[in-house]
RNA sequence: GGCCUGGUAGCUCAGUUGGAUAGAGCAACAGCCUUCUAAGCUGUGGGUCGAGGGUUCGAAUCCCCCCCAGGUCACCA
């Protein structure tokens, strides 16, 4: 990295003028403003103490000695405090040609056998998928792909939530209303039918509670009286007994739910390397507690229930086991937590979970070490915020919620409709057609979500939301689309090889000076790797989203106002074609992180 | 009420390890297709970066205080 020299020159021009040693790491080499001539620049100011000389001296004796000293600087300009370097075109040139057409720039090899893990999507088996999930499940494989391009081995793990309350509430309806309709009876797609009878138990219930609040009770105490609450409870208890019948049902519906998640995971393009069920382990959590109570890390009420004292850390008591000796969340999740230690010793554990957790995994990590579990430091809770519509939030029991594949349903659509009117498919076969429509639907649907910074709760309009023009995902795709076109027309004009075609590039370009839209692009596919490496520290695909639009919408300037085959001189030509294939692959790089599929042409 | 986030153009979002005149898209208006894909490009208008104070050569960015919005504080998950 040109940066990294450049800092540490400058720390040496500093020993050597002024006899100061400042660190390298804290000269702070910036890229030149756009609208100022040159490619990086040097703020003087912070160093006016130590030369005690005028800022412009300051900056001449530095760039001076960074001139001799590195030779790809062809100049440097002072304006004010700010020294701006230029670049020599040589240094260009031999970044596109020998780095930025390399198969994996950008890209670092897997460099070790210890596991990152990521759960994301961790789903309830009571309804379908819907918009929340769906950024969940974008922000977590897109992260595993950014921290495989930081060379980290990634495992997927999805939770799924497949016990609990609110799964015996649909069980319940469907056991008193449901006629044994099954997926094929009904016509519907499986997690819907079962999604069905969780809003019919809510609405059912509802009546209860009104009927009851009719006679005098209390809200309060009619939720809790209503007799299907009462007996969703104890098919709650029947099911932890293990009866036969219970379990039957809550197999055959739960089995519905997984058939239906998985095509819905299968249509939006993620998966994951091992599905835990919370069935299986959520008793584990029962014996570190119990071990921690022996400890005396945790401590027991008269009742029997057992607690976390927090309140010397500014935080409340937390229940880990109950009066009964049930356990609760945070009980699976520390259970949880220890199994998955045991078995993958990751050196980091991340939870892609909605920041209304966020309390709930502060607390799961001070009781981990409280517990004195060291790899407690090593949990990330990737909170991300929540999806609103434009009428507010969504609720799953109003029937408010955006729909997984309904969504994915309307994107198409529209993709389709709008696809069609620009004529664009003409000549593609009904196959190529419809795989067109799905990458440009889900783009325009991953792109929006992924774009923007996962912490913060976003809006989606689903009438605004649907735009292919402008800051998209398919701008983005057409931009790949366009220079995939142009090399194959200069594949067609013997200007780009077989080999070329294959992305097996190794072109030796004469030295030419790159104009101003060449050098613009050169820059922002200089910074492909840093940006790369930020999204995989910060945990955000939105660094990757908002850069590689960026590259998109320079080479469409550049594509506009410079000449590419129609070019007279063959080795601006050649210089051209390598910028435009480099900055294709970089574009489909970095939608492979996304999980965005680029066409060849649309 | 305590704690945690966030507040940037009419709308959706970038920019926050302190740097030069705060940027995009959408929407509005005006241009550019006999020339490599117009899902594109160019231009115009639009901002007290929630308010106020402080730190300094310099603050959207750091500190303090206040206002607003969301989340959370269950023997729910």
């Not at 918009?131 to 494989?141: A, D, E, T």
């Not at 209390?218 to 019948?245: C, G, S, T, V, Y």
């Not at 937590?337 to 554990?349: G, Q, T």
Request: aromatic share 10%.
């Amino acid at each position: 990295m040109i940066e990294s020299l450049l800092a540490a020159k400058t720390a040496e021009a500093i020993r050597l003028l002024y006899g100061q040693e400042i660190p390298a790491e804290s000269i702070n080499i910036e890229k030149t403003r756009k609208e100022i001539p040159g490619d990086y620049t040097l703020v003087v100011f912070p160093f006016l103490k130590i030369s005690r000389k005028s800022p412009l001296e300051t900056a001449t004796a530095i760039g001076a000695f960074l001139k001799d000293e590195i030779p790809y600087i062809a100049k440097f300009e002072i304006i004010n405090g700010f020294l701006n370097i230029f670049l020599s075109d040589e240094f260009w040139i031999s970044f596109l040609q020998k780095e930025a057409t390399e198969a994996h720039f950008g890209m670092t090899a897997e460099k070790g056998e210890v596991p990152v893990l990521i759960e994301y999507s961790s789903p309830n088996t009571n309804k379908p998928l819907h918009l929340g999930h769906i950024r969940n499940n974008l922000l977590g494989f897109s992260l595993a792909r950014i921290l495989q391009a930081n060379g980290e081995k990634v495992f997927k793990l999805n939770l799924v939530n497949d016990r609990g309350i609110h799964i015996c509430k649909s069980m319940l309806a469907y056991e008193r209303w449901g006629l044994n309709e099954t997926p094929e009876t009904s016509g519907m797609k499986s997690d819907h039918l079962i999604g069905k009878y969780y809003v019919l138990f809510n609405k059912k219930f509802k009546e209860e509670v009104k009927a009851l609040v009719h006679q005098g009770i209390k809200e309060e105490d009619a939720e809790k009286q209503a007799p299907m609450m009462l007996e969703a409870q104890e098919i709650l208890r029947k099911w932890e007994d293990h009866d036969q019948e219970t379990h039957a049902l809550w197999q055959k519906m739960n089995n519905w739910a997984y058939e239906g998640f998985d095509q819905t995971y299968a249509r939006l393009g993620i998966s994951f390397d091992k599905i835990q069920h919370e069935s299986d382990t959520y008793l584990s959590g029962k014996s570190i507690v119990m071990k921690g109570l022996e400890e005396g890390h945790l401590q027991s009420k008269p009742d029997g229930s057992v607690w976390a004292d927090l309140r010397d850390e500014g935080l409340d008591e937390k229940l880990l086991l109950r009066s009964d000796g049930t356990s609760v969340y945070m009980t699976q999740d520390l259970g949880t937590a220890e199994l998955r230690f045991n078995e993958f010793h990751p050196s980091r554990m991340i939870y892609v979970v909605g920041n209304e957790q966020n309390y709930h995994f502060d607390v799961l990590k001070r009781i981990l070490k409280k517990l004195g579990k060291p790899w407690a430091e090593n949990i990330f809770h990737l909170s991300y915020g929540m999806v609103e519509l434009p009428e507010g939030k969504m609720k799953s029991r109003e029937g408010t919620v955006v729909d997984a594949d309904d969504l994915m349903d309307e994107m198409y659509q529209t993709a389709e409709e709008t696809t069609r009117e620009l004529g664009k498919v003409n000549d593609f076969t009904e196959e190529e057609a419809t795989t067109l429509f799905n990458q440009i639907g889900l783009g325009a649907l991953k792109y929006f979500i992924l774009r923007v910074d996962p912490r913060k709760n976003m809006l989606f309009d689903p009438k605004e939301s649907i735009d292919f023009n402008g800051n998209t995902g398919p701008f983005i795709q057409y931009t790949h689309a366009r220079i995939r076109s142009l090399l194959r027309k200069a594949h067609e004009s013997n200007r780009w090889t077989e080999q070329e075609m294959t992305g097996d590039v190794n072109r030796e370009l004469s030295f030419i000076a790159p104009g101003a839209q060449e050098k613009q692009l050169l820059k922002i596919l200089y910074r492909f790797p840093e940006s790369v490496k930020e999204a995989g520290i910060t945990y955000s695909p939105a660094i990757i989203a908002n850069y590689v639009y960026e590259l998109a919408k320079s080479f469409n300037q550049f594509y506009q106002e410079v000449p590419v085959l129609k070019e007279e001189k063959p080795e601006l030509v050649s210089l051209r074609l390598l910028l435009s294939f480099a900055t294709a692959e970089v574009i489909r790089k970095c939608m492979n992180l996304l999980g965005i599929d680029v066409p060849e042409r649309m």
